[in-house]
């Protein structure tokens, strides 16, 4: 899998939009106007990431009462509206020579069902960038990461590639603790959203050594009279993201699809890719990496546990567990015992009964042996 050629430097985390060589990237949803003959002039834009499908598709027939009618109704019209505004879009930018991208924002339900009504709705091309929206880990409120997971291997299965994961600090740094966990998720490149001049504190270092893309403009910071980055033509409320690389870097590296960093062992539950001519005709059988699973947090705990264990006895003398096991044995009768060596039960007794209470040598004993 491919990795960003381009890592991020530290001045890529204290407000890199700062610097003119850094590319910039536009994302907006259906609600955003956007004056396209404006936002040309930004040299600095070199890529345009709208929102495609959210959540569910819309039901395919409409039935119920009169109000559950005319709801599914008007679903279905701004669904159509939607997609047809999206696939404007997308030939003015391209038309533009911008780079194009499109978001599936993650709602709970069926993460298939999700994926495939997000490639369906996007139709992306082989050069097309993709990405998956996790606005928290709240599973009552949006997509579940076990269900995101299922997401990304659909996507995969499908068109043989990977999104880029879109998602907040907090969410990025839950992800990054439990990589072990999220296997997939924690090796997508990372479209940061955080609305902070700096990030280096916040960033989650150690699993992701930088960005793919930095959401830092949007309508939580950009306001009437002050905004970290205007771009012509675009409202205050536009999304606006850092990439840690100038617009020809971007390009080459465009779409962004492959795992970050990635082990051998990590790929355990991904398939093989696929051509996306036959992945999309629908008759192929998957076939999947044969490759080490990592262990679990209980695995790792159980492994340690029993090393401990070893460790821990090489300290303590052996345990006799062939002790005769009568009443009165004492001191005296261990002597004597030890002393009689592989002798059979009834000479053993006879022993035990003329052990010498005084001398633990017990040379009765001896004298007895052939």
């Not at 955003?32 to 395919?60: C, E």
């Not at 771009?231 to 970050?260: C, E, F, K, S, Y």
């Not at 093989?272 to 629908?282: D, F, K, Q, T, Y």
Request: with cysteine; charged share 25%.
């Amino acid at each position: 899998m491919m990795a960003l050629t381009s890592a991020a430097k530290a001045s890529d985390f204290s407000e890199p939009r700062k610097n003119a060589d850094r590319a910039l990237v536009v994302d907006a949803y259906e609600y955003n106007s956007i004056d396209w003959a404006q936002l040309a002039t930004d040299k600095r834009i070199a890529a345009f990431i709208n929102k495609a499908s959210d959540g569910m598709p819309p039901p395919y027939f409409c039935f119920g009462g009169d109000t559950d009618v005319k709801l599914c109704k008007a679903l279905w019209k701004r669904h159509a509206v939607t997609r047809e505004l999206f696939q404007t879009r997308r030939v003015v930018a391209k038309a533009l020579g911008l780079k194009w991208g499109a978001y599936h924002l993650a709602r709970p339900g069926n993460p298939v069902e999700q994926a495939n009504n997000f490639l369906d709705f996007a139709d992306p091309a082989p050069d097309d960038l993709m990405a998956l929206d996790i606005e928290g880990i709240d599973p009552s409120q949006w997509m579940s990461l076990d269900d995101a997971e299922e997401f990304v291997r659909q996507v995969h299965r499908r068109i043989g590639r990977f999104p880029v994961l879109y998602t907040n600090g907090k969410t990025a740094q839950y992800i990054a603790d439990n990589r072990y966990k999220y296997r997939l998720l924690s090796r997508l490149p990372l479209w940061y959203a955080r609305y902070k001049p700096d990030i280096d504190v916040h960033f989650p270092m150690g699993n992701w050594q930088g960005y793919a893309l930095w959401q830092f403009s949007a309508q939580a910071n950009c306001g009437r009279f002050r905004c970290p980055y205007r771009v012509a033509g675009t409202p205050n409320n536009i999304d606006v993201n850092v990439v840690p690389m100038d617009a020809a870097t971007l390009r080459q590296q465009w779409p962004l699809g492959g795992l970050i960093d990635v082990p051998s062992d990590y790929l355990a539950s991904v398939p093989v890719p696929l051509s996306r001519e036959a992945a999309l005709a629908g008759k192929t059988t998957l076939i999947y990496a044969d490759v080490a699973t990592p262990p679990t947090f209980e695995e790792m705990v159980a492994v340690l546990g029993s090393r401990w264990s070893k460790f821990r006895d090489g300290f303590r003398m052996p345990a006799v567990k062939t002790v005769p096991r009568r009443p009165g044995f004492g001191i005296v009768q261990y002597v004597a015992w030890k002393s009689t060596g592989q002798r059979s039960p009834e000479q053993l007794d006879a022993a035990l009964a003329s052990a010498d209470p005084v001398s633990t040598g017990s040379t009765e004993i001896d004298r007895g042996r052939p």
